[in-house]
């Protein structure tokens, strides 16, 4: 019997729907085998799998906890290179999302494609309902759900940053979160939020605040990024929604949010004092104090201590040439979140924890299986 994959590169679609269909009444083994398949192929050709990703939606709601995981996968693969191939299943992922009885990794992968998905089609897919779904998610236990999540809101944000002007006290109240990728992705949607629409920062102030703080220097960096953003608050010329500078030394944005400059200061001082001054927060915590316009923007030198390994990628010769990391001018801007946030996540990541293949769990490296689902390293 032809496997799927060759189906795909044959580019038979009949074909493929039809296998899709034999399957779903077999064995659970071979179901999960078919969608891991499915995966691989969507790794090197998404296109191709997501013009079949109607007739992937019925392994959603199989009876085996594995296959429902992988199917999610599967569009998360797609929506990943392909999110517009993704918009048409949208409904069926949110009811993944939305079941408060389904395993909780798939509801997170279900949010992971659907906030890939919203960065296609905003008005399609960031629906109220999915952004209530994705907050009230965001409470839950489990570190991975709230990371998916988080991971969502922030793309929901780069596709359209108005669908959360509303929610900026809501993500304020999680920037406390015990994960760093959490604190991350939602400090980045508020940044998004603030490059539009900076006024709307003000709720999430002392929460910003509180993460100049912050052990990582990537959260530590959005927040001066979105506490720079803030004091432009009073200048809507200084906003991606306008054009130009700050007309008479920002004095207005300053007195309009009280203690900002002061903030940066004590932001700048923490860098120089912890030696781990990165291009990625020193760069931020500069374009904070040039925002506020009457504090030294050379406050903050380039640290001549060794901020340890830079991961390949981030701030190497193969970052983008926009890349915010050492780009001052894409700091403070939509792109310069949508550049740099990959790879700032990667950077995160524990060096000695890999992801699981089967759902996604870190496992740290002296684990012979994973903790989650029971799979072998």
């Given at each position: 019997?032809?496997?799927?994959t060759t189906?795909?590169?044959r580019d038979d ?5 039809a296998r899709l269909?034999?399957?779903?009444e ?7 085998d078919l ?6 192929a969507a790794e090197?050709d998404p296109?191709?799998v997501?013009r ?15 296959v ?8 998360v693969?797609v929506?990943?290179?392909?999110p ?7 409904e069926?992922l949110?009811e993944r ?5 389904e ?5 997170a992968?279900a ?6 998905a ?11 309902e ?6 009230i998610?965001?409470a839950?236990?489990?570190r991975?759900?709230?990371e998916?999540l988080a991971k969502a809101?922030?793309h929901?944000?780069l ?5 959360l002007?509303h ?9 406390d979160?015990d994960?760093?990728?959490v604190?991350y992705?939602?400090?980045?949607a508020?940044?998004?939020v603030?490059c539009?629409?900076?006024?709307r ?14 052990e ?9 990024e979105?506490l ?8 809507p010329e200084e906003?991606?929604?306008g054009?130009g500078?700050?007309?008479?030394g ?5 007195g309009?949010v009280?203690?900002?400059?002061d903030d940066?200061r004590?932001?700048a001082?923490?860098?120089?004092a912890?030696g781990?001054?990165?291009?990625f ?5 500069r374009?904070?104090l040039a925002s506020?316009a ?5 406050l903050?030198q ?7 390994p830079?991961p ?6 193969d970052?983008p040439?926009?890349d915010?990391c050492?780009?001052?001018?894409a700091v403070g801007t939509?792109?310069g ?8 996540v990667t ?5 000695n924890e890999?992801?699981?293949p089967?759902c996604?769990?870190d ?7 994973c903790?989650v689902?029971?799979s072998?390293?």
């Open positions: 019997m032809t496997d799927i189906l795909l590169d679609t009949d074909a493929v729907r269909a034999d399957r779903r077999g064995d659970a083994r071979e179901r999960k969608l891991r398949a499915l995966r691989s090197d296109a191709a997501g079949v990703a109607d007739a992937v939606v019925p392994y959603l709601t199989d009876p085996d906890r594995a429902r995981l992988s199917t999610a996968k599967v569009f693969a929506a990943e290179r392909c517009e191939r993704v918009v048409p299943v949208r069926a949110a999302l939305a079941d408060e009885d395993f909780y990794y798939v509801r992968r949010a992971e494609a659907l906030g890939y919203a960065v296609a089609d905003p008005a399609a897919v960031a629906s109220p999915l952004l209530a779904d994705l907050r998610g965001l839950f236990d489990d991975e759900v709230r998916k809101l922030e929901v944000a596709g359209d940053p108005d669908r002007r929610r900026v006290a809501d993500l304020a109240e999680h920037l979160d994960a760093e990728t604190r992705h939602l400090l980045a508020l940044v998004v603030g539009v629409d900076p006024e920062l003000t709720d999430a102030r002392p929460a910003l605040v509180a993460r100049l703080d912050d990582s220097p990537y959260v530590r960096g959005r927040a001066a979105a720079g953003l803030l004091t432009r608050a009073d200048d906003t991606e929604d054009a500078g700050i007309e008479d920002a004095g207005a944005a300053i309009t009280p203690g900002v400059a940066l004590a932001a001082r923490v860098e120089e912890d781990d001054a990165t291009r927060v020193a760069d931020r915590v374009f904070a506020a009457d504090v030294d923007a050379g903050v380039e640290s001549d201590a060794d901020p340890g830079e390949e990628g981030v701030f190497g010769d970052a040439e926009d915010a050492g780009d001052d001018a939509v792109e979140v949508r550049a740099t946030s990959e790879a700032a950077a995160i990541r524990r060096p890999t992801r699981c089967h996604g769990t496992v740290p490296d002296t684990a012979p299986i903790p689902c029971g072998p390293r």
